[in-house]
């Protein structure tokens, strides 16, 4: 037996939060019955329905995607835009991004369908660790690097202590190259904290997420994640939350 909400995450509709969304606002149904409270555990052989349609028992897939700049990281986009399900076209699960990188930002990001997964990963009390690497304008030292080593105060909260290094500086064009380690995952993140100390993002990639690189791939290019990396991760979420 498992919770409702943990059910419907799995069966690839939605994230747990919205899942527990569709619950609370009456779009779930159990052997036919409106559920509207959380908690309750169905088994295999129970019809869950969300607005009159059957779960699909998809199997979980795990893809990691070299998301190139200028792609939305979404399943659709009012805009019409570019999204990243736009690259994966052999996939026919319906998976969507864990968490989100900027419009402009390329590197590493994993889609899903798995939403208890992709809770697992972006809830904020344990974030695991990414990697960033930003050219920046201006020249930057370990001196003007050192705040976010504390952390900076963005909208009224402190970030978490990052771990900083000056790659290389290029003094015809006044711009560098800096590495940044960070747990969290607020909106623009890596930007913001570069701004606060004066060195403004002109470019930004995430190189490296928990036990996971870009090796071997191309932008716009993406491999499926084996049994042993999925559990790493969720091993890694575990050991740092
Ligand atoms: N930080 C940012 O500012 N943007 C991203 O896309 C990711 C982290």
Known sequence: ???????????????????????????????????????????????????????????????????????ISAVKDDKERKVVTDYLTDVTERIYPVGRLDYDTSGLLLLTNDGDFSQKLTHPSHEIEKVYVAKVKGLASIESLNPLKKGVIIEGKRTAPAKVRVISNERNTNTSIVELVIHEGRNHQVKNMLQAVNLPVMKLKRERYGNLDLKGLQPGYYRRLSKKEVTNLLLLVKEEG
Do not use: C, W
């Open 1 to 71: 037996m498992e919770r409702l909400q943990k059910v419907i995450a799995q069966s690839g509709v939605a994230s747990r939060r919205k899942a527990e969304e569709l619950i609370a606002g009456g779009h779930v149904t159990v052997n036919h019955k409106l559920v509207t409270e959380m908690g309750i555990k169905v088994s295999p052989n129970d019809k869950v329905e969300v607005d009159g349609v059957p779960l699909s028992h998809e199997s979980l897939v795990y893809y990691l995607f070299y998301k190139p700049r200028g792609v």
